[in-house]
């Protein structure tokens, strides 16, 4: 039966918002979001294997400067949701479960990932990857 | 795997009686794909993406190509298993079930569209 006037537990506005909770939102949205890029990854793999004038449609798409921020997304989320997975298979084996250690590797996890994003998109744009 | 006794594995108990599988393949796609993922990161920058002959001749080649699959299966079934988890949290009942076989569905068509596409360069078998 459904009471009205029921005392609830507390609620997401009781609670001050932090790292934690911040990065824990971030992996599920960064997770969703390179769903979209397996997409990406399969029309990649379609449009090279349907010929020339496939691909070049697909790649003119994503050389684009909507295409290329959408592919710097990818590869933010990419990194992100490594590094902080990463920090989900300690937590799984039961480590880092204390408050300072899981801030400290939470700023890791976001640290490292703009470091090897940097790093992929300056090797990407100054070419010195092949 | 350490994480369940054996009486409890023998007997299959849990909160839901199932589910383990769930969590566990979870975690092994991880781990695989954190390695898949990054030789696919790696690897591409040394590729010149805007020529189709060379794309197409590096994604045939071994083991490019093996290495492609195991990363489009890894990644598809991990993408799957969490959108499902993303779908539990905020939809329920029929619309739940219903989403749960459009999602499976659309990982499926991704997951034979891309493993043909990388067989068929590996065949050389032009367009």
């Known amino acids: 039966m459904a009471q009205a006037n029921r005392p609830l537990s507390p609620h997401l506005g009781i609670y001050r918002w932090q790292v934690s909770n911040t990065l824990s939102i971030l992996h599920r949205m960064s997770g969703m979001f390179l769903t979209l890029g397996a997409l990406v990854l399969t029309a990649w793999l379609v449009a090279a294997a349907s010929g020339a004038p496939a691909y070049a449609a697909l790649a003119g798409l994503l050389k684009s400067p909507l295409g290329m921020l959408a ?5 933010l989320a990419f990194f992100y949701h490594l590094c902080n997975g ?4 300690f937590w799984d084996a ?3 479960f204390t408050i300072p250690g899981s801030r400290a590797t939470g700023w890791t996890a976001v640290i490292a990932a703009g470091v090897l994003t940097l790093a992929f998109w300056v090797v990407v744009l100054t070419g010195s990857g092949s | 795997m350490g ?3 054996p009486l409890g594995r023998a007997i299959g108990a849990g909160s839901a009686k199932s589910g383990f599988e769930h969590w566990w393949g979870q975690r092994v796609s991880a781990a695989g794909l954190g390695l898949l993922g990054l030789w696919f990161v790696v690897s591409i920058l040394g590729v010149d993406l805007g020529d189709h002959a060379a794309v197409s001749a590096w994604i045939a080649s071994m083991p490019h190509a093996t290495l492609l699959i195991l990363l489009v ?3 598809l079934y991990h ?3 969490g959108i499902n988890v993303v779908l539990e949290d905020y939809v329920h009942g029929g619309k739940l079930v219903f989403s749960l076989a459009v999602v499976r569905f659309v990982h499926v068509v991704m997951a034979v569209a891309a493993i043909y596409s990388i067989v068929k360069l590996s065949l050389g078998v032009q367009a």
């Open chain 1, 71 to 75: 592919l710097f997304g990818w590869s």
């Open chain 1, 86 to 89: 990463i920090r989900h298979l």
């Open chain 1, 94 to 96: 039961g480590r880092g």
């Open chain 2, 3 to 5: 994480f369940r006794s």
């Open chain 2, 73 to 75: 299966v890894t990644l």
């Open chain 2, 79 to 81: 993408s799957n298993l």
